[in-house]
């Protein structure tokens, strides 16, 4: 069975070819196998013309091998006649429709080694013959935009051809005798060393200045990315020493956000928004309240023509690498992300990684049109070429170790950083044609430095340009006449009802526009619903004896548990998906975690009662359960709570685990749990005393309670048990699961505190715990 479903998984995964259809289809797959298996509803009540179903279930054979292995033994052979049984191991496999002869035992076990063979054949094919997702790049219709996004949330100021510059402050960053340490990796205490603390900056000094555009350089190890963290606030963790100093002030990190940008290497996106929507976004939350939606508006506009994507307005961002945006667009709306929170401080990290050289000469256009604008930019960069090298203005260079051995302009042709080098004695002269980048490189690193006999460091800090920085730094760190400290009250632009409004605001453009994740469950809801509804076939208005009741509690089961299950494992990737893009936005001081939080449930309860009335509307009236309004309702009620739970579940394990896999496995070890104590496979009076605590810890459990208590707690009719008298429906569902009047409410009550438990364990795992490491 194991070899079969590694098979059929395999199989679905190379059809699917996303994450979020392969969750859908195993689901989905599972739910049928399971279904129709005989295990849920037993072969002898399914309607003679799904018969097939079964017969072509693997879990049919695996149940029946598993059954007959167990049930043909000699302990199980006393004597009991029961139709047309002899032994009381043969009653219990005719009483639930299994076989009872021992030859298909070989016969079970032959067809799933079939099932698994025919099922590894099927995915080669698959992946040999089907594409991949083909990368395509979506434009949304404005109008159609606005309709399906409520855009006049964010502001409906109209288009303009005249340009709104919002003030910005032009400042300078001063850092002074920088040190960071972390604590000793345990592979070195390993190894004999002693200190408990690694240093990977050591005493570095600089500054940056509005209209300079500065590289941040250094061989792999150097330490460039890790100074650029520091001085944007982004390490979190390490020991960090100096002073650091905006416009002559001390940096204050709780509201650096406010003047400052960090574009991120990995560019990092909600892939179901438009490049439009995207920038609406950053700016509704980091721009002023005072700011007008028009001013706003106009205000992005401009933002786009400066970074050139004016003509990608309405494009999706895609997923990196397989839809949507280029590298280089993606790159190009990372800036943009940043621009329109109007800051005077931006920092990149390598902006033109892994971009070919025209895309790479397009990113540092854009970057030397933001510097322009009066701001102040750095980036870390790795060996550019010549043309990217010769837009900088200034070079701030470091050795690995961590130390700084060159800061000041570049010079025409980099004539300036190349006299400074050459000057050394022993430093080889750059070759006629050679890029200065990777020329600079060579000399510095630590192989040379060893050949050259020199340190690089020390020399630097007996040089002229040394003391000419520490003026410019003496300088740049005292404020300017007439100036005062920057001072921002609160810790963002916007209120806690403003975040909220924002952030449900993005959910929902980027859910409706996700019709992997919503259509998807939409269809497999109401084709899991038709199916229950055929299989269950007015199971509920004839009951005669105990395999009816069975049969009623299995759709009941089924209703609680696989649905519930489908919605969680595709929801997971989604939230991952959006985690990351939190990360990005929180560090940027955008909104508090609460109203993330918040908008994330909220947007999934509007599909989720579409579901929820799907599958009610379908398959109550078919499976033939009384129709009232009040049973109807209690019906209702517990998938609704079911679905909820079940939601909250996937969000909180997401949440609470550093990656999807994870999640996704802790999700299905516990519904494990959930699924062999929900009262299905083992009622609760047969649970062994000190194992039915976890019955009662299980929300499944109450779902099966509620719904069977809801429509069967009241039923007087009388049907046979094998070896029992005969006895009513109440009186079997009291004595197998337990069901009792003074417990009903009680179950209601636990659903509303486990999703309230989820909910909490949601909200705290979101803001206190970040699997993001720098």
């Given amino acids: 069975m194991h070899q079969m479903s590694m098979a059929l998984y395999r199989f679905l995964a190379a059809i699917g070819r996303t994450q979020v259809m392969a969750n859908m289809l195993g689901t989905a797959a599972l739910i049928a196998i399971y279904i129709l298996g005989g295990f849920v509803i037993s072969k002898d009540s399914l309607q003679p013309w799904l018969r097939w179903g079964y017969w072509t279930s693997p879990f049919t054979y695996a149940q029946n091998a598993v059954a007959l292995n167990e049930f ?28 009872t002869e021992w030859h ?54 109209s288009a303009s051809t005249d340009q709104v510059i919002l003030p910005f402050r032009p400042l300078s960053l001063v850092f002074d005798h920088i040190n960071y340490f972390v604590d000793m990796p345990k592979e070195m205490v390993k190894y004999g060393v002693t200190d408990k603390k690694l240093q990977l900056l050591q005493d570095v000094s600089g500054a940056f200045r509005p209209g300079v555009l500065t590289a941040l350089m250094g061989i792999t190890g150097a330490g460039k990315t890790t100074l650029l963290d520091v001085l944007a606030g982004r390490k979190t963790g390490g020991y960090i020493e100096g002073t650091i100093k905006i416009a002559g002030y001390p940096k204050k990190q709780e509201t650096f956000s406010r003047i400052s940008g960090y574009c991120e290497q990995s560019d990092i ?21 005072n700011v007008t939606s028009h001013q706003r508006n106009m205000f992005i506009d401009e933002v786009m023509d400066l970074v050139e994507l004016t003509g990608l307005k309405n494009a999706m961002v895609g997923v990196a690498g397989a839809t949507g945006l280029s590298a280089e667009q993606r790159k190009r709306l990372t800036i943009a992300v940043e621009l329109v929170a109007s800051p005077s401080i931006i920092f990149m990290d390598e902006p033109t990684t892994g971009l070919d050289a025209r895309a790479a000469a397009i990113v540092m256009r854009t970057v030397r049109k933001t510097v ?80 050259i006999g020199v340190d690089y460091a020390e020399i630097y800090q ?21 100036t005062e400290d920057l001072h921002f009250p609160p810790r963002y632009w916007q209120d806690f009802r403003a975040q909220c409004m924002a952030c449900l605001w993005k959910q929902n453009c980027a859910y ?23 299989v269950f076939w007015k199971i509920g208005s004839n009951i005669k004896d105990e395999q009816d009741v069975f049969n009623i509690l299995g759709i009941v089961y089924g209703s609680a548990l696989f649905l519930g299950f489908m919605n969680c494992s595709i929801l997971q990737p989604v939230v991952g998906m959006e985690r990351i893009v939190l990360y990005r936005e929180k560090a940027a001081g955008m909104y508090s975690t609460m109203a993330y939080a918040i908008a994330q449930v909220a947007v999934e309860l509007p599909y989720m009662f579409v579901q929820v009335f799907i599958f009610s509307a379908i398959v109550y009236p078919m499976i033939g359960f009384q129709m009232t309004a009040t049973k109807f309702f209690w019906f209702a009620l517990y998938m609704v709570l079911s679905f909820l739970y079940f939601t909250l579940y996937g969000m909180m394990t997401v949440a609470l685990t550093p990656n999807i896999e994870i999640a996704a496995g802790l999700s299905f070890l516990i519904f494990i749990f959930w699924n062999v104590f929900s009262g299905f496979i083992i009622g609760r009076e047969m649970i062994p005393v000190w194992w039915r605590w976890v019955y009662w810890a299980n929300p499944a459990a109450w779902t099966v309670y509620g719904l069977m208590f809801s429509q069967l707690g009241d039923r007087t009719e009388l049907i046979q048990v094998p070896g029992q008298p005969e006895q009513t429906v109440k009186e079997f569902l009291e004595g197998y699961l337990g069901l009792q009047d003074r417990y009903f409410n009680l179950v209601t009550s636990l659903h509303v505190a486990i999703i309230a438990l989820f909910a909490f364990l949601f909200f705290l795992a979101i803001k206190h715990l970040k699997f993001q490491r720098r």
């Fill in 462 to 482: 007996r040089s002229s340009l040394y003391r000419e920085n520490r003026q410019l730094i003496d300088d740049l760190g005292k404020p300017e006449i007439n």
């Fill in 372 to 451: 322009d604008t009066g701001r102040t930019v750095v980036c870390t960069i790795h060996q550019p070429s010549i043309e990217i090298f010769e837009s900088f203005d200034e070079l701030l260079l470091m050795k690995r170790g961590g130390q700084l051995i060159y800061s000041g302009s570049l010079g025409p042709l980099s004539s300036n950083m190349i006299k400074y080098f050459e000057a050394i004695p022993g430093v080889p002269r750059i070759k006629e044609g050679q890029n200065p980048a990777a020329w600079m490189l060579d000399i510095s690193s630590r192989t040379a430095e060893y050949e």
């Fill in 72 to 99: 043909l033994d000699d302990r199980w052979a006393t004597e009991f006649h029961y139709a047309n049984a002899n032994t009381v191991g043969e009653t219990i496999l005719k009483v639930r429709g299994l076989l």
């Fill in 104 to 157: 298909w035992y070989w016969i079970c076990v032959s067809i799933l080694f079939g099932f698994s063979l025919v099922f590894n054949i099927l995915s080669i094919f698959a992946l040999q013959f089907m594409r991949s997702p083909h990368k395509h790049q979506v434009n949304i219709n404005a109008k159609k935009m606005k309709v399906l996004c409520n855009s006049q949330i964010v502001g409906n100021g």
């Fill in 512 to 534: 409706w526009k996700n019709s992997e994740h919503n259509v998807v469950r939409f269809i497999n809801t109401f084709a899991v619903s038709i199916m229950f509804g055929i």
């Fill in 269 to 289: 996106h909600s892939p179901n928004l438009t490049v439009y929507e995207s920038l609406q976004f950053s700016a509704w939350l980091r721009l002023p309240s």
